[in-house]
Antibody, heavy 116, light 111 residues
């Protein structure tokens, strides 16, 4: 069974940093691109970033470019999102999803709240 | 302001057929395939349609997708109460070195 479990969310002050992780199991992690998608409270979905199978290609959305970095550790079956210079508008539930773009499998999400 | 434009709401009665539109541009829908996601309250999104009109295993054939030019649509026939959810279109956008874009979502109410 495919499982994606996010962790690392919490309350952080504006300008602060946070690192999210996604633990993957039930499939060959190194064979799939992976992505992050977020959803602000009561709002729609926003694509954040994706990374290819070996980590050599990364794409990120306009609103996080230069502040967020996606990475992966295929030996640990883990996907990370390093978030720096956080803003109030980054407050959202962050989902890990399997794939470059067609997301059949999603995690349950981890909530990030940016507030003073 | 979302890159892909959807109506904020739609409604129908049980058994009816409803459609949800999604409008984009040449850099996204016009040159890439469209996905549709269904999101029930408090849950993660579920892939409903991929590659414009393909259904993942387990998705009822009541759900269908189509694309023409820079627009796409999701049709739900034989509407059921459990179809009440938020629906999002999505497409890859080739501008700005590539990025994923979603529509703003459509809240479907089954009357």
């Amino acid at each position: 069974e495919v499982q994606l479990v996010e962790s690392g969310g919490g309350l952080v002050q504006p300008g602060g940093s946070l690192r999210l992780s996604c633990a993957a199991s039930g499939f060959t992690f190194s064979s799939f691109s992976m992505s992050w998608v977020r959803q602000a409270p009561g709002k729609g979905l926003e694509w954040v970033a994706n990374i290819n199978e070996d980590g050599s290609e990364k794409y990120s959305g306009d609103s996080v470019k230069g502040r967020f970095t996606i990475s992966r550790d295929n030996a640990k079956n883990s996907l990370d999102l390093q978030m720096n210079s956080l803003r109030a508008e980054d407050t959202a539930k962050y989902y890990c999803a399997r794939g470059r773009w067609n997301y059949v499998y999603w995690g349950q999400g981890t909530l990030v709240t940016v507030s003073s | 302001q979302s890159v892909l434009t959807q109506p904020p709401s739609a409604s129908g009665t049980p058994g009816q057929r409803v459609t949800i539109s999604c409008s984009g541009s040449s850099s996204n829908i016009g040159s890439n395939t469209v996905n549709w996601y269904q999101q029930l309250p408090g849950t993660a999104p579920k892939l409903l349609i991929y590659n414009n009109n393909q259904r993942p295993s387990g998705v009822p054939d009541r759900f269908s997708g189509s694309k023409s030019g820079t627009s796409a649509s999701l049709a739900i026939s034989g509407l059921q109460s459990e179809d009440e959810a938020d629906y999002y279109c999505a497409a890859w956008d080739d501008s700005l070195n590539g990025r994923g874009v979603f529509g703003g979502g459509t809240k479907l109410t089954v009357l």
